[in-house]
């Protein structure tokens, strides 16, 4: 609990305390205008606002209105969707045919391509291998790369 929340509980206790004895000073003719003038007046205790909240009838009321926003909104903005729809385009069976069998004949080009590039590379890195090894550059180590690329 907050320290000034304390505070002013305990002046407004204060405040109530003081007026109590004043209250029963006057019923006994005995008034004492002393001990009440030392004692500062407390200062009232700031009021807390009160929360203030939706009644369930209201609540309903509010929900109400919001779904019906909602189902106007939607309902407008379902509309233009709708005829958006309807333009799109579609590509008839015959010019889909003819892509595709476009498309096949680029890949058949292009595995036939691929096929006969790899092996002149590898005949070539074989025989360049050969070579070296014929030669004797490195020895025993030169014959096991030999052997282990033929293989």
């Given at each position: 609990m907050d320290t000034r929340t304390i505070l002013a509980d305990l002046k407004a206790e204060l405040n109530r305390i003081n007026q109590a004895i004043?209250?029963?000073?006057?019923?006994?003719?005995?008034?004492?205008?002393?001990?009440?003038?030392?004692i500062p007046a407390a200062k009232a205790a700031p009021?807390?606002?009160k929360k203030r909240g939706l009644t369930p009838a209201g609540r309903r009321r509010?929900?109400?209105?919001?779904?019906?926003?909602?189902?106007?909104?939607?309902?407008?903005?379902a509309k233009p969707a709708a005829k958006k729809a309807s333009v799109r385009r579609t590509m008839s069976p015959t010019a889909r045919k003819k892509i595709a069998d476009a498309q096949r004949k680029r890949w058949a080009a292009q595995?036939?391509?691929?096929?006969?590039?790899?092996a002149k590379k590898v005949?070539?890195?074989?025989?360049?291998?050969?070579?070296?090894?014929?030669?004797?550059s490195s020895g025993a180590g030169m014959m096991d790369l030999l052997k282990s690329v033929f293989q």
């Open positions: 004043a209250a029963l000073e006057s019923l006994d003719g005995t008034a004492t205008a002393t001990p009440r003038a030392t009021k807390q606002s509010l929900s109400a209105m919001m779904k019906a926003r909602w189902a106007a909104r939607s309902k407008a903005s595995k036939k391509a691929a096929a006969k590039q790899p005949m070539a890195g074989k025989k360049a291998l050969a070579k070296k090894a014929k030669q004797g």
